[in-house]
């Protein structure tokens, strides 16, 4: 018999390139590159996120505009590439913006930021209404178009367009004094208290408390004042740092009051919530623009996180003490008594009401 043959090993391997093993050789020696190292790029590139499917792209989109807590987070999903940009100026991520998303400073306000909220409104974006709503309602003086979308926000149940609403019914505001409408603004509110809205809930406690437009019903007032205080209350201690950082009052003299603050007319002394970005906007507005830009007597409501002006002389109502402080709304009232009113209010000196 022949010995055997001892031949070189020679392995292909497709698709890996051509390997050849040699007698008494133990390294391995790669006669070309691999192909996956050598693969043409593909002409939609090498990005992962060019793989994923626009509609699951859309889904993100939509979760992540409805949760934005300022501008910049949408911005930076505009600035990120070409394919979201596409895709987050599409009406069904445009709908689903926060209204954070819309608050823009008073002295940033341009023509391409009208120009997005118009678009925003066009998705169909409730916040977007409102918040142009307002502008042009009280800053740029556009009474009809700005109720008039405020109004199409409100029909789709938005409840502080219709708080809003209610605002401008109680005053006549854009009108005469007889213009005002008691029974509309009170509607108005029952509707938006419904929905969850704590000013006008505790609107709505005050005028049947005292009969303001609708028949006089004290103990069901007194029952929605203390559902607001109870809703306030509530929402402080779910919010965190805020809750944190506020305590009960202490009692410092057997003879101070010990009654519940829960059944008073203003509620428990808690942090003021964060004001809408279209409240914001408009005490910006008044407040770089100054008293001239108002008109001559008119005066801005003192409660510093409202914003709304006067579209008349006397449209709002003067603390009843001392008559130095005016506000749009009983809700307004309650929150700036809270926050800073009750240790400046003096009654008025009798030279002073003659």
């Known amino acids: ?73 949408f911005i930076n999903v505009l600035m990120t590439c070409k394919r979201l940009n596409s895709l987050a100026t599409s009406p069904l991520v445009l709908s689903r913006l926060s209204r954070d998303v819309f608050a ?16 925003c409104i066009d998705a169909g974006n409730l916040e977007a209404c409102y918040t142009l709503g307002m502008i042009r309602f ?9 109720a008039s979308l405020m109004a199409k926000a409100a029909i789709r149940s938005h409840a502080p367009s219709l708080y809003s609403l209610a605002v401008i019914q109680f005053n006549g505001s854009g009108g005469s004094k007889n213009d005002k409408d008691l029974r509309a603004g009170v509607a108005l509110c029952a509707r938006a208290a419904f929905l969850g809205h704590v000013d006008a809930l ?15 019903k004290v103990s069901e007032g007194r029952r929605f004042l203390v559902q607001a205080n109870a809703r306030e209350l509530a929402a402080v201690l779910s919010s965190g740092d805020k809750a944190r950082s506020w305590r009960l009052p202490q009692i410092s003299s057997p003879n101070q009051s010990r009654g519940c603050p829960l059944l008073s007319d203003f509620g428990c002394n808690v942090p003021a919530q964060d004001s809408h970005p279209a409240n914001k906007f408009l005490a910006d507005w008044f407040a770089v623009r100054g008293g001239d830009s ?14 709304r002006p006067e579209t008349r002389k006397h449209e709002f109502r003067r603390c009843s003490v001392c008559g130095v402080v005016n506000y749009c709304s009983r809700a307004c009232q309650a929150l700036d008594w809270k926050l800073r009113h009750k240790v400046d209010c003096a009654p008025m000196e009798q030279d002073d009401i003659d």
């Not at 009280?138 to 700005?146: A, D, M, P, V």
């Not at 505790?202 to 006089?216: A, I, K, N, S, T």
């Open 1 to 73: 018999m022949f010995p055997a043959r001892k031949t070189k090993r020679v392995f292909y391997s497709a698709g890996a390139g051509d390997c050849v093993f040699t007698q008494g050789r133990k390294r391995r020696r790669c006669v070309s590159p691999s192909p996956i190292s050598s693969a043409p790029v593909s002409k939609a590139g090498s990005d992962l996120l060019d793989s994923i499917p626009e509609d699951l792209v859309l889904s993100i989109l939509r979760r992540l505009a409805s949760t934005s807590r300022c501008p910049a987070d």
């Open 202 to 216: 505790r609107e709505l406690g005050h005028c049947l408390q005292d009969g303001y437009g609708v028949p006089q």
């Open 138 to 146: 009280y800053c740029q003086q556009n009474r009809g178009n700005g």
């Open 104 to 119: 823009v400073k008073a002295q940033n306000w341009s023509e391409a930021a009208h120009r997005f909220l118009k678009r």
């Open 294 to 307: 108002l008109g001559d007597g008119l005066r801005l409501c003192s409660h510093g996180g409202c914003g």
